[in-house]
């Protein structure tokens, strides 16, 4: 019997998917949401030029996912993205409106819970992003957190993330993916990260420094759980940011949020774009530089597979 034999189906709840795969499984997944609202557009063909670069340079293949007219693709090709790119506006779509955008035949960028749901449901493994979601500050009193968790209950792929993104509660969202239990692979590190942050405040469950070794584990835990994984590796030291002016930069991101009257899935946009400004997008430097570290870790995990 092979790995392929008893590798288990993907665990989605519904019993097909209008699918375009591009790719074979030997590929590692990316988000369309970065390249579409995460970074200025004219900038945007490049880094995916990059990222695709990174990903074959270790061994592997990017596979670029998204919603096209109401198809999920893994594999987009340049052309679709472009596309995505010139239209006015591109809505962003996590598990709980995926569908929605498929059955009304719009076109969508994919967060990192529709890419982890597209990505399984297409035999992919490894999926490189910059940060997942997580619960939000407050949430005792206003209940906010990221479908990006529960994603990783459903979906078998391991996700090389630099932590959860730092505008959120960091060490709550750590305490969450416990009681999920899912489990938090340090690459490297002891500690768990949060985006711009290389330590976050909080442990991890195993570290492991091998890429051979950590490639072994996440072969046979997928099978064994049928749950994702986290692997966190941390922001470059080279492009970390100072924690004090991190702190200084996020009060003022978000006063200017609540003053723009910012509400649900608008708010982190809204802050992540005042976090550019202010820094004189030194934010916006350091996402794309631990997006390219998460991208390469991804690539060498699945060409061990």
């Given at each position: 019997?092979?790995?392929?034999d008893?590798f288990?189906?993907p665990?989605?709840r519904?019993?097909?998917?209008?699918l375009?795969?591009?790719v074979n499984s030997?590929?590692?997944?990316?988000?369309?949401?970065?390249?579409?609202h995460?970074v200025?557009?004219d900038?945007?063909l490049?880094?995916?030029g990059?990222?695709?670069?990174?990903v074959?340079?270790?061994?592997?293949?990017?596979?670029?996912?998204?919603v096209v007219?109401?198809t999920?693709?893994a594999?987009m090709?340049?052309?679709?993205l472009?596309?995505m790119?010139?239209?006015?506006?591109?809505?962003k779509?996590?598990?709980a409106?995926?569908?929605?955008a498929?059955?009304?035949?719009?076109?969508?960028?994919?967060t990192?819970?529709?890419?982890?749901?597209?990505?399984a449901y297409?035999?992919?493994?490894?999926?490189?992003?910059?940060?997942?979601?997580?619960?939000?500050?407050?949430?005792g009193?206003?209940?906010d957190?990221?479908?990006?968790?529960l994603a990783?209950?459903r979906?078998p792929?391991?996700v090389v993330?630099s932590g959860?993104k730092?505008?959120l509660?960091?060490?709550?969202?750590?305490e969450?993916l416990?009681?999920l239990?899912?489990t938090?692979v340090?690459?490297?590190?002891?500690?768990f990260?949060a985006?711009?942050?290389?330590d976050?405040?909080?442990?991890?469950?195993?570290?492991?420094?091998?890429p051979d070794?950590?490639?072994?584990f996440?072969?046979?835990?997928?099978?064994?759980?049928?749950?994702?994984?986290?692997?966190a590796n941390?922001?470059?030291e080279?492009?970390e940011?100072d924690?004090?002016?991190?702190?200084?930069w996020l009060?003022?991101?978000?006063?200017?949020?609540r003053?723009?009257?910012a509400g649900?899935?608008d708010?982190t946009p809204s802050?992540l774009?005042?976090?550019?400004?202010?820094?004189?997008g030194?934010t916006?430097?350091?996402?794309?530089?631990?997006?390219?570290?998460?991208?390469r870790?991804?690539a060498m995990?699945?060409?061990r597979l």
């Amino acid at each position: 019997m092979t790995q392929a034999d008893h590798f288990p189906q993907p665990c989605i709840r519904t019993p097909s998917m209008q699918l375009i795969k591009r790719v074979n499984s030997k590929a590692v997944a990316l988000e369309t949401t970065l390249l579409v609202h995460g970074v200025p557009r004219d900038s945007s063909l490049a880094l995916a030029g990059e990222l695709d670069a990174i990903v074959r340079s270790e061994g592997s293949s990017p596979a670029l996912v998204g919603v096209v007219e109401g198809t999920a693709v893994a594999g987009m090709d340049r052309d679709e993205l472009e596309s995505m790119l010139g239209a006015d506006s591109i809505e962003k779509v996590n598990t709980a409106n995926l569908g929605v955008a498929m059955h009304a035949g719009r076109s969508a960028a994919t967060t990192v819970s529709s890419t982890m749901e597209i990505a399984a449901y297409a035999g992919l493994r490894v999926f490189a992003t910059g940060g997942i979601g997580g619960v939000h500050r407050g949430y005792g009193e206003h209940l906010d957190i990221s479908a990006d968790l529960l994603a990783f209950t459903r979906f078998p792929i391991a996700v090389v993330t630099s932590g959860v993104k730092s505008i959120l509660d960091v060490i709550a969202t750590r305490e969450a993916l416990e009681s999920l239990g899912i489990t938090v692979v340090g690459y490297q590190t002891d500690v768990f990260p949060a985006f711009y942050l290389r330590d976050g405040g909080c442990g991890i469950d195993v570290r492991f420094d091998d890429p051979d070794d950590l490639a072994a584990f996440v072969r046979s835990e997928l099978p064994r759980t049928g749950r994702g994984i986290v692997i966190a590796n941390p922001i470059p030291e080279s492009a970390e940011i100072d924690r004090t002016d991190w702190e200084a930069w996020l009060a003022e991101a978000e006063s200017r949020a609540r003053a723009s009257g910012a509400g649900g899935r608008d708010v982190t946009p809204s802050i992540l774009a005042g976090l550019h400004e202010i820094s004189d997008g030194r934010t916006l430097r350091s996402n794309i530089e631990l997006v390219k570290s998460n991208a390469r870790l991804a690539a060498m995990v699945e060409s061990r597979l």
